[in-house]
C-alpha cells in the first residue's frame, strides 16, 4: 500500500512561490502517475497537474500552466509542485494522489487509488 505525506504549504503573498513535496512509501509509487488536486472552501476538488511514472509527460489544468510544474524523483520516492507567481485563486488544500496504473495521465480523481492528508496553501492578495 501506498503512503503519501504532503509538505511545504503556508501563507505567501501574491506573485509568490511556495513548493510542496509528498513523499510516498510503498514499493509500487515507481508505477504509478503522480498527480496534484486542489480543493478550496466551497468548491469541488480540481485537478491541478499529473506526471507520468517515468517523468517523461507532465499535464496541467489551464489555470495553472506557465506557472505550476510537477516533477518527481523516483529515487526519493517524492513528487514536487513549484507553484510560482501565485494568485489568490490558488488558496485550496492541496492533494498529492498516486494514479491506479503508472499508464497515461489521468486527470479524473477515480482515476487514482491513494491519497495524501492535504497541506494548506493561502495566497493573500
Known amino acids: 500500500q501506498v503512503q503519501l505525506v504532503e509538505s511545504g504549504g503556508g501563507l505567501v503573498q501574491a506573485g509568490g512561490s511556495l513548493r510542496l513535496s509528498c513523499a510516498a512509501s510503498g514499493s509500487t509509487y515507481v508505477n504509478r502517475a503522480m498527480g496534484w488536486f486542489r480543493q478550496a472552501p466551497g468548491k469541488e476538488r480540481e485537478f491541478v497537474a499529473v506526471?507520468?511514472?517515468?517523468?517523461?509527460?507532465?499535464n496541467y489544468v489551464d489555470s495553472v500552466k506557465g506557472r505550476f510544474t510537477i516533477s518527481r524523483d523516483n529515487a526519493k520516492v517524492t513528487v514536487y509542485l513549484q507553484m510560482n507567481s501565485l494568485k489568490p485563486e490558488d488558496t485550496a488544500v492541496y492533494y498529492c494522489?498516486?494514479?491506479?496504473?503508472?499508464?497515461?495521465?489521468?486527470?479524473?480523481?477515480?482515476?487514482?487509488?491513494?491519497w495524501g492528508q492535504g497541506t494548506q496553501v493561502t495566497v493573500s492578495s
Open positions: 494522489a498516486a494514479g491506479r496504473t503508472g499508464w497515461g495521465l489521468p486527470r479524473g480523481g477515480n482515476e487514482y487509488a491513494f
Open positions: 506526471i507520468s511514472w517515468s517523468a517523461s509527460s507532465t
